[in-house]
């Protein structure tokens, strides 16, 4: 086995997801212009137009899938700002 063989190996396997095991989608509250896609924990096929429409709702205001009341009724969950809470 060579070395790109277990780079690829290892990446396929990968799975991430929060420590609560929910999305986190949104702009980092301490790193200006940073933003988070991440935590699909191996639902990303599944979760990715849903998650897309409310990163584009959150960068640019405009959404195409959900309606605004539906990415609002999200956005405490999702939002990586409750990651740092739970740690202050």
């Known amino acids: 086995m060579t070395f790109v063989d277990l780079h690829f190996s290892t990446l396929l396997s990968i799975v991430n997801s929060g420590r609560d095991k929910t999305f986190?989608?949104?702009?980092?509250?301490?790193v200006a212009g940073f933003f988070w896609l991440a935590g699909q924990g191996?639902?990303?096929?599944?979760?990715?137009p849903g998650l897309v429409d409310i990163a584009t709702f959150l960068i640019t205001g405009s959404q195409t899938i959900l309606t605004v009341a539906?990415?609002?009724?999200?956005?405490?969950?999702?939002?990586?700002?409750?990651?740092l809470q739970r740690i202050d």
């Open 24 to 30: 986190v989608v949104g702009f980092d509250p301490r």
């Open 42 to 48: 191996g639902y990303g096929v599944q979760s990715a």
């Open 70 to 83: 539906e990415i609002q009724s999200h956005l405490e969950a999702i939002s990586p700002e409750r990651l």
